[in-house]
């Protein structure tokens, strides 16, 4: 089985710039997370689709993210324009969904490394 | 109050040694929590999932929740070199939106 794509694994732009980040996740998985982690810190979520619909993007910097899941599969998360602050690793995960088996866990991609000069 | 709490690390063992980290959450509802083990420069992956008050045990891993107390644990005996990294806790809210990760403990174990 095929795990959680994310592309580029690296990027590096200067600020008031614009980047995208691709997700593709498990095939047949319905909740897609985007995740934001700073160096030394937990993940912090920022927005989760339930197939193409947002359940919670309540800490989503909405003024410079946006983020898409066109068709309940790959999901875009697009920062304009980017900060200093934004440089992060941002992780995509996926989940099945509850009573397709497995005990709810989480499978992440390898997440995409932002540096913001 | 922060929503998931974790012991403050960085924490160091002596290899053979039991172990302990500590999560506190503040959503009451929680009804599902996880322990995911992050290397440095990984991703997080899945190392204990646990439902029920009590203990669960799997290999040298022990994760316990009170949720009385919204507490959970993880131990971890006869802790190797390669459990070095940092474990992070997530409680789930009962509507399952909001999985959130604590700031984690980063664990080193020491030959």
């Known amino acids: 089985e095929a795990g959680v794509a994310q592309s580029p694994r690296y990027k590096i732009i200067e600020k008031r710039q614009s980047v995208a980040f691709w997700c593709n996740p498990i095939?047949?998985?319905?909740?897609l997370y985007w995740y934001q982690q700073i160096l030394g810190q937990g993940p912090k979520l920022l927005i989760q689709?339930?197939?193409?619909?947002?359940?919670?993007d309540s800490q989503l910097p909405k003024d410079r993210f946006s983020a898409e899941r066109l068709k309940g599969v790959d999901s875009t998360l697009k920062i304009q324009p980017a900060k200093l602050e934004d440089s992060a690793v941002y992780l995509c995960?996926?989940?099945?969904?509850?009573?397709?088996?497995?005990?709810?866990?989480?499978?992440f991609g390898e997440g995409s490394r932002l540096t913001v000069l | 109050q922060k929503e998931v709490e974790q012991n403050s690390g960085p924490l160091s063992v002596p290899e053979g040694a039991i172990a302990s980290l500590n999560c506190t959450y503040s959503?009451?509802?929680?009804?599902?929590f996880f322990w995911y083990r992050q290397y440095s420069g990984k991703s997080p992956e899945l190392i204990m999932s646990?439902?029920?008050?009590g203990d669960k045990e799997d290999g040298r891993f022990t994760a316990q929740l009170n949720k009385a107390s919204q507490y959970v644990s993880l131990l971890i005996r006869d802790s190797q070199p390669s459990d070095s990294a940092t474990y992070l806790c997530?409680?789930?809210?009962?509507?399952?939106?909001?999985?959130?990760f604590g700031e984690g403990t980063q664990l080193t174990v020491n030959p």
């Open positions: 995960a996926s989940r099945p969904t509850p009573g397709q088996g497995g005990i709810g866990e989480l499978f």
């Open positions: 095939s047949g998985h319905a909740t």
């Open positions: 689709f339930q197939n193409n619909g947002v359940v919670d």
């Open positions: 959503d009451r509802g929680s009804q599902s």
């Open positions: 646990i439902y029920s008050n």
């Open positions: 997530a409680p789930e809210p009962p509507s399952g939106s909001r999985l959130t």
